[in-house]
């Protein structure tokens, strides 16, 4: 069995990794965290851990020294960076001093697994892996379809995309920008125009009074719900319920 160490200064981070991380199919028993690169020393030194995720900016002691300590200290440990700057010099140092691997950002679980799985196989090449017992790893692209499917056939309920961020550890900023990107709306412009769609359909095509349709579609104040299909469409829901006629 194999042990890992996760270092960075943020506790969230550190927690999003030992979760997202399909530990028990690659055959790692133990998962400990440090905030720093002189803490993490100490820590390798007393479980030696086959794999070490690392931050490259931390207080006390940065990625890069510890990746120069490190590596030439623990020459059968494998280093993977997780860093939030996007830029190839960075990645440049990381590889440089020792690391096999560098993710931005927020992670995604499915690279964070496939990086483990390589680290995995680069100090124990004859290892096998049991899949039956393997976690499922979510993607961002499968979050993103979640979200957008919750947007399409549960909008009368309190959607909020907090929920899918602490669920599938991904941050809210970073799943409302590729949603926009992936279907040309923000989040919540998506979900305000399948209620106003909706509810221009009902005031179409069913006599139903205009508070019952305002809580059908999602909002529970009727005077809240009229200014915002009036800004939709330019009219109060009367009225285009007049125009249908």
């Not at 996760?6 to 905030?35: H, T």
């Not at 690169?37 to 690392?54: H, L, Q, T």
């Amino acid at each position: 069995m194999h042990k890992a160490l996760i270092v960075d200064d943020e506790k969230p981070v550190r927690i999003a990794i030992s979760k997202l991380g399909n530990w028990k199919k690659y055959n790692i028993s133990e998962v400990q965290q440090a905030e720093n690169g002189k803490e993490a020393i100490n820590s390798m030194r007393e479980i030696k851990p086959d794999i070490v995720f690392v931050d490259m900016h931390m207080p006390v002691m940065n990625g890069v020294t510890f990746l120069e300590k490190a590596s030439k200290e623990f020459t059968n440990t494998a280093f993977i960076v997780i860093s939030g700057y996007d830029d190839f010099s960075y990645a440049q140092s990381a590889i440089r001093c020792g690391a096999m691997e560098y993710l931005l950002k927020p992670v995604d679980s499915a690279e964070l697994n496939r990086a483990i799985e390589k680290a995995i196989l680069h100090i124990s090449p004859d290892e096998s892996f049991d899949t039956e017992d393997a976690e499922t790893s979510v993607n961002v692209e499968e979050v993103l379809e979640l979200i957008h499917e919750a947007v399409e056939t549960k909008y009368s309920e309190n959607i909020r995309i907090s929920d899918f961020s602490e669920k599938y550890f991904f941050s809210r900023e970073y799943l409302s920008k590729l949603y926009k990107t992936k279907y040309g709306l923000g989040i919540y412009e998506d979900l305000s125009r399948i209620r106003m769609e909706r509810a221009k359909e009902l005031l179409k095509n069913t006599d139903i009074q205009v508070q019952d349709i305002a809580l059908r579609v999602g909002f529970t104040d009727t005077n809240y719900f009229s200014k915002a299909f009036r800004k939709y469409t330019g009219l109060k829901p009367s009225e285009y319920r007049k125009n249908m006629d």
